[in-house]
């Protein structure tokens, strides 16, 4: 038995604009373990945004296998992989993506609503992930009335809340000073251990090396030495 909670094998991505076939990604291979923090470099065009995509089962491969906490992701209609985030996978955004007329609560539980619970359990589950995250005094907060660093720690909650296997950060420091941003990071990785959770973040935040058990560079659609 494995602690294998991710792995991509052989992935290829293809996209097509008209005439032109454009090979994103190019044969990638990468596993990720159960509380691993592995941070994903690249410059732009690189292709780490649809790697990303392609682990979170957002975007489907051309060619190549994705496995999830050991199970084989071979469906490719929109209802199945949609299964498949909800029921594994925890997504952080740059961009926070909270809901601005709910509370902090609010957006938790909605998450949670949408993974199938209801009710006093969403509840007590969304105040519990708010708690972990250091805003029990922030519960009723609507997101205007947060700091950017408050609301990526609501983001984190609303990821963490549905306990996934998987836990995929795109930028997350990105809109932090440094001082939240450091304080951000160091919230992940102990969560990630905590809760045996695969941690993959894209960044170009050279911080993240900090708290990272492993840096992988993708170059040009193939995984490369991080610079």
């Known amino acids: 038995m494995t602690d294998r909670v991710l792995a991509v094998d052989g992935v290829v991505k293809v996209f097509e604009e008209g005439t032109q076939r454009i090979e994103v990604l190019k044969g990638v291979s990468l596993d990720v373990r159960a509380g691993e923090v592995v941070a994903l470099e690249g410059p732009s065009g690189s292709g780490k945004t649809t790697l990303l995509s392609i682990m979170g089962c957002i975007l489907t491969p051309t060619s190549g296998r994705v496995q999830i ?21 925890g997504f952080v955004f740059q961009q926070y993506n909270l809901f601005p007329a709910l509370t902090a609560l609010e957006n938790v539980e909605y ?73 951000t990071l160091e919230l992940f990785r102990e969560l990630a251990k905590a809760e045996s959770t695969g941690l993959v973040i ?21 995984l490369a030495p991080a610079a």
């Open 111 to 183: 998450a949670l609503n949408v993974k199938g619970a209801k009710g006093g359990e969403a509840r007590t589950r969304a105040e519990e992930a708010l708690r972990r995250v250091g805003l029990g005094d922030r519960l009723h907060f609507l997101p205007r009335d947060l700091s950017g660093g408050q609301k990526q720690r609501v983001a984190i909650a609303r990821a963490i809340s549905g306990a996934p296997r998987v836990l995929l950060a795109d930028e997350p420091t990105a809109n932090l000073d440094t001082a939240v941003g450091t304080q």
């Open 69 to 89: 906490d050991g199970r084989e992701v071979r469906a490719t209609r929109e209802d199945e992989l949609r299964e498949v985030r909800r029921r594994s996978i």
């Open 202 to 222: 894209v960044t170009h935040d050279p911080k993240v090396r900090a708290i990272a058990d492993r840096v992988v560079g993708i170059r040009d659609g193939r």
